[in-house]
């Protein structure tokens, strides 16, 4: 790979919103823009924190908070406030070191104390070239549940193993997948529609067919890793569950960026 600056890459056209914007707002953006991650910054510019599907699948989803509605969660008591930042001028390389490693997958780009710009790992899928097949960096010991599993039983397998998303199989047979922001949505749509004392047995009971995304965009063991990333930037997707038939392993763009040289 060439020399590259972070200016070259980045996405300029920001998604952000005020941290007094509320929670239902916040996910309406997300699902308007087809975005997991929001900035929150103020009139001038300047980041206070970010929003994440993970965090925002946290507060909805601990038992302990089943008091709280999603019209009175803001901006300001969802967003992380503590991130790493980046200039336009940070060499590509040096981000490409800490992927996989603990913390935001969303680098803010910081230019005289004013946000211009965001890196996410889909900003960095089109570096990814060459053929190398999928069966030689997938994961082959997924991590997987149900339809009929419980969402409860979902998110606790993305927090104990600190992964994003989790196939949905049957038989073998991928049927969807669940993600932190197909949690985030259902726990905010119970949480809108059902009354208060009953939402902890409805978040108890709340299955996984009710949140999860299907059908799941697949690869094939011999789809290369050139071609895996096309196709997340496509269905702008983070994973790749790779069948033959039956689930045989698991591609995320992380495994795809960790490729590139």
């Known amino acids: 790979m060439r020399e590259m600056n972070v200016e070259e890459i980045m996405t300029k056209e920001i998604i952000s919103v005020g941290k007094n914007d509320s929670l239902e707002h916040i996910l309406y953006l997300m699902d308007k823009n087809d975005v997991t991650k929001v900035p929150v910054v103020e009139e001038d510019g300047k980041l206070v924190g970010i ?3 993970e965090r925002i699948a946290y507060k909805l989803g601990s038992l302990r908070k089943k008091d709280v509605t999603v019209a009175h969660l803001y901006a300001s008591s969802v967003m992380v ?3 790493k930042s980046i200039t336009p001028d940070t060499p590509v390389e040096e981000i490409l070191k800490t992927v996989g490693l603990p913390g935001l997958t969303m680098l803010p780009v910081i230019e005289n104390n004013r946000l211009v710009g965001v890196v ?3 900003d960095l899928l089109p570096l990814v070239k060459g053929k190398t097949k999928l069966n030689k960096i997938m994961t082959r010991k997924v991590i997987h549940v149900s339809r009929d599993d419980r969402v409860v039983h979902a998110r ?3 927090i104990d193993n600190n992964i994003a998303r989790l196939p949905v199989v049957s038989d073998g047979e991928v049927e969807g997948i669940i993600a932190e922001i197909d949690i985030a949505r259902a726990l905010a749509k119970l949480k809108k529609s059902i009354a208060r004392k009953h939402q902890k047995h409805h978040i108890e009971e709340l299955l996984v067919e009710d949140a999860m995304t299907s059908p799941a965009v697949t690869a094939y063991p011999d789809t ?3 071609e895996a990333a096309q ?9 790749l569950p790779v069948v033959k038939e039956k689930l045989m392993g698991m591609v995320t763009r992380t495994d795809l960026i960790k490729t590139i040289k």
């Open 156 to 158: 606790r397998l993305l």
């Open 81 to 83: 406030k503590r991130y």
């Open 51 to 53: 929003i994440t599907d």
């Open 224 to 226: 290369t890793i050139e």
């Open 231 to 239: 196709i997340m930037l496509e269905n702008n997707i983070g994973a």
């Open 120 to 122: 996410t790992k889909a």
